[in-house]
């Protein structure tokens, strides 16, 4: 028995099997063939060759006609290689003289292509170092394909053990089939922490040499209220850590039954509660938990594990049956926010090496203007039939905001539409921050999303396991910047919800209303503690926490007043919520 201590990243409590993917992934199939073979391999690669290139060419004609020649261009050099006779020779004479198989003889042409660019004194070829790496990984995929379970075919109660997750693979999962996840890294507000929260799959993070330690099939505990797991327990372990899962179930059960109650503090103040989704079908969720709408469609997940962008009809089912699923409550549709994290590989090119800080949000809207005016008319095309709302990410100010309203009108114009429907901004940058009153002035409703507006406030990486402490909506900076556009919204009269992950802990969802905030959108799954805590809280005691966070040195001043007891406590065994993390793994 061993016990890795991480921390912990979506709450609950999680019993299987491990499924190390670093393990399946980069391990493709390694073993010696018999010259009689050889044929056979040289057939394989020709076949992964013709798959890659149909897929490129199919991407390349949808690619240019959404968003032009500069960016198809990108797949012309992909293309090139996929063509190129030298390097299909070179992988074939691999094979026959080393007698290995096709992946083996691949991935050393692929290695020995790339790092001999790497090295050259010329930076056009030097670039071409990324093409190789992509092309081979597409070339590589075509070849493993058939190698092992992909993750939409889990076994049954599946803990699965990465080096790190990327939000397109969570979308792939089963979620029936998956007990909880553990990985080395991410931080709190990764999109990937984001989704396991929505799924409702208990996660820890920081699980170091979890993929290295961790034997594929061994029986693991998953607790992702501390942060760790127990690898091969005991019986004794088993039996803990069995009582402190019903204890979890219980409170979750006390927190459901409340579910029907409006969300009012005991002194009288109505808080809304939305809900965050990433899939048009999540809208169910909204009536299960008796929410007020969708706060926030992340839309760009419809356009992330696809090997290219879906299409105006596509897009607008998609926005429809969001809407219907809704049956009148309002459905705010965040426009495209690809970039950083959430990076489709028919856009890869574009982003650069620090990816936050490049081409996201409505900068890359504006960018690629072809794919923004497909998605804004796929959304008009759902209007005014249904309570559609347009919310617009990572806006600076008024200028860009301007543009992409300009947008808007001309796409409808372009459909007959004499009205738009409400639209918003989504208040995630210092810059936002600075310039609220001219953005108020040009927009319906704000959203702010604390993931973002933290990450760039404070300097910390909201993806990086470092920064699990110091990326921190409690820093008093952070809580002044919300406090700000508050008040700004309520001088022009804008309604204003947040939206980041902020909002679905519950005991910053308290600090939250005491900031003034009156409306919060968050996974459905942490939903029902929020209204439970907000509930037995009375909202002028929040106002005067608020006022002292405000005054704080650093977030563990903040943190130290959250515990400090005011009334509304969680009910025993409450999570243990990012205000009260552990301290930095410590293996045992
Ligand atoms: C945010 O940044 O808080 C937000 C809601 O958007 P996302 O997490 O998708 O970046
Ligand atoms: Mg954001």
Known sequence: MKVIRGKPLSPGYGVGRAVVLGAARLCLPQYRIEPAQVEAEHRRLQQALDRSREELERLQARVMAELGHEVAD???????????????????????????????????????????LASVDDEYLREREQDVRDMGR??????????GPGLAELPPESVIVARELLPSELMELTRDHVAALVTEQGGW???????????GVPAVTGAQQATAEIEPGARLLVDGEAGMVWIVPSEEDLARFTVCKERYEQAASLAAAEERQACVTRDGVPIRLYANIARPQEAVEVARHYLDGVGLFRTEYLFLGESEPPGFERQREAYRLAAELLAGRPLVLRTLDLGADKNPPYLAARFPVNPSLGLRG???????????????????ANFPRYDVRILFPMVLGAGDLQRALAVLRSVAAEV?????PPVGALVETPSAVFTIAEITRHVDFLSIGTNDLTQYVLAADRNALEMFEDCSILHPAVLRAVKTVVQAAAAARRPVCVCGEAAGDPAVARLLVGLGVRELS?????APRVRQLLRASVCAELEHLAQRALDCD????????????????????GTVPPTARPASPVQS
């Open 416 to 420: 007959g539409l004499e009205r738009l």
């Open 74 to 116: 990108i797949f012309s050099a992909h293309l090139a290689f996929l063509r190129d006779k030298q390097f299909v020779e070179r992988v074939k004479e691999h094979v026959a003289q080393n007698l290995v198989n096709v992946e083996q003889a691949c991935r050393a042409v692929i290695t020995d292509l790339a790092q001999t």
């Open 189 to 199: 507000t990764s999109h990937a922490a984001i989704l396991a929260r929505s799924l």
């Open 362 to 380: 409505l900068r890359l809207c504006l960018a690629a203007e072809g794919l923004f005016r497909t998605q804004l008319r796929a959304i008009l």
């Open 522 to 526: 968050m996974s459905p799954a942490l």
């Open 554 to 573: 650093d977030p563990d001043g903040v943190r130290k007043l959250l515990h400090g007891g005011i009334s509304g406590e969680l009910p025993s065994p």
């Open 138 to 147: 597409r070339v590589l995929r075509h070849l493993a394909r058939h190698a």
